[in-house]
């Protein structure tokens, strides 16, 4: 079964502040997405990674995706209080099934305090 | 361009009643998925329809759980005899192409509570 292991679980911080958010695996993902979930919305897409390696930016936020293609990091430079939300990365398996299924991790909670 | 669309967005059910929810995928979109948020849980697959067929049902819990997607009109998760335990948000999303399945865009959810 493959997982996805996000850290921290929980975040506050003051606007300003940098931050990164990890998402780990033992296993390799084909493709690794990560989204952004504000209370009783649903996920909105960020960034789609799909070669080891990449890096991808959208304003202040850089997303890597690892050599491997098994884990992924977030980093936010100079958090605005707008960044608040729950983060959710979600990776695509290479395995089995149909590929059309997600596997997403638990998520990490931010906040930003102005 | 309109999103994809959920509804209800909230939905009330007594123990033992039919839950019915619905999902209009983004215009041009005709691969539909079906996600349950739990509380404290993350996102748990559930079934990937196309237009008339089920291609993937993997994640559907084995009895009272159904999905289809017609050839007109929403796709539907149905959960009949509804129990406590199947109070949570369920998500729908949706992607343009077969080979492009993680760029999956979701509804706003509706949130089952079950009394």
């Known amino acids: 079964t493959q997982l996805l292991e996000q850290s921290p679980q929980f975040l506050s911080i003051q606007e300003g502040e940098n931050l990164t958010v990890y998402c780990n695996s033992s296993s390799v993902f084909s493709s690794l997405q990560w989204y952004r979930q504000e209370p009783g919305e649903g996920p909105v897409l960020l960034v789609t990674?799909?070669?080891?390696?990449e890096v991808k930016k959208l304003k202040r936020l850089t997303f890597q995706f690892g050599d491997a293609r098994k884990d992924s990091s977030l980093h936010i430079t100079a958090a605005q209080p707008g960044d608040t939300g729950l983060y959710l990365c979600a990776g695509q398996g290479v395995y089995g099934g149909s590929q059309g299924n997600l596997i997403f991790g638990k998520g990490t909670k931010l906040s930003v305090k102005p | 361009n309109a999103g994809v669309m959920q509804n209800p967005r909230h939905l009330v059910r007594r123990r033992g009643q039919e839950a019915r929810l619905r999902c209009s995928p983004m215009k041009g979109h005709s691969h539909v998925y079906w996600y349950r948020q739990l509380p404290e849980e993350g996102l748990k697959f559930m079934v990937y329809l196309q237009k008339e067929n089920i291609i993937d049902e993997s994640g559907m819990p084995k009895e009272r759980f159904s999905a289809e997607f017609p050839k007109e009109g929403p796709s539907i998760l149905r959960i009949q005899q509804v129990v406590r335990g199947d109070s949570a948000a369920y998500f729908c999303?949706?992607?343009?192409?077969?080979?492009?399945?993680?760029?999956?865009?979701f509804g706003p959810g509706t949130r089952l509570t079950v009394t």
């Open positions: 999303a949706s992607s343009p192409l077969p080979q492009a399945h993680y760029e999956q865009y």
């Open positions: 990674v799909v070669t080891g390696g």
